[in-house]
């Protein structure tokens, strides 16, 4: 028992080592060369992009709009949209969404970087009506989830954002597979109609035509 209790000891203390060491560090997105790719789709990315655009909306004093429009990275998936949606909303006091292409004003996550115990994330946003670049940075790590502890703002102008959001074109995928389906499904059963029709049509004939023939059992002559 001891020597298993002096194991587990020395393996949390090794974790806890090659975190700090740098076991996890250089992870980015979007995809660099060189550079370790993180995962969008993985704790604490979300959680990452979520704060960091709530922490350059709560402190930009020239945002005036009635809702917080969002937008992440090329490449990241619906799943991710929806909990960074889910995780603004509940923190924003204005309604959320994810941009559009017809959006001037957005807070925008460029890029994403995690080394160790130290997390930086990239976010666009609308000063005045120019684009410009912030740097949201955290404090966190394995055993504790990762906190703002300062802002970068980069007063040079940007290039605007494009919109990603990739769920109004899976929707649209979606619907168009299930009016496909939804077509197949009317073309069979109209097909089972008519062969109903036709089949009682020539059922129908059939007995008349064996009425026609028949004997008539009440004219003798």
């Given at each position: 028992m001891r020597a298993l209790r002096v194991t587990t000891i020395a393996s949390s203390a090794l974790l806890a080592v090659l975190f700090a060491g740098g076991c996890t560090s250089s992870l980015i997105y979007?995809?660099?060369?060189?550079?370790?790719?993180?995962?969008?789709?993985?704790?604490?990315?979300?959680?990452?992009?979520?704060?960091?655009?709530?922490?350059v909306a709560r402190?930009?004093?020239?945002?005036?709009?009635?809702?917080?429009?969002?937008?992440l990275p090329t490449g990241v998936q619906s799943t991710v949209w929806n909990k960074v949606q889910t995780r603004l909303g509940s923190r924003a006091a204005q309604p959320v969404r994810a941009m559009t292409a017809s959006d001037t004003v957005a807070f925008s996550v460029e890029q994403i970087r995690l080394n160790g115990g130290k997390a930086e994330v990239d976010v666009l946003y609308v000063d005045r009506g120019v684009w410009q670049l912030a740097t949201v940075h955290f404090?966190?790590?394995?055993?504790a989830s990762y906190a703002s502890d300062g802002i970068s703002r980069w007063v040079i102008p940007a290039n605007a954002p494009t919109a990603n959001d990739p769920r109004?074109?899976?929707?649209?995928?979606?619907?168009?597979?299930q009016s496909v389906r939804d077509a197949q499904n009317a073309a069979r059963a109209n097909a089972a109609?008519?062969?109903?029709v036709v089949e009682r049509t020539e059922v129908a004939s059939e007995?008349?035509?064996a009425a026609a023939s028949a004997?008539?059992?009440?004219n003798p002559n």
């Open positions: 979007p995809p660099t060369a060189g550079k370790a790719l993180a995962r969008p789709d993985v704790s604490p990315c979300p959680e990452l992009m979520s704060d960091a655009m709530f922490v402190t930009n004093k020239n945002t005036t709009e009635e809702c917080v429009i969002f937008n404090t966190g790590g394995a055993f109004p074109a899976e929707a649209a995928a979606i619907a168009q597979v109609a008519v062969s109903v007995e008349s035509a004997p008539d059992a009440q």
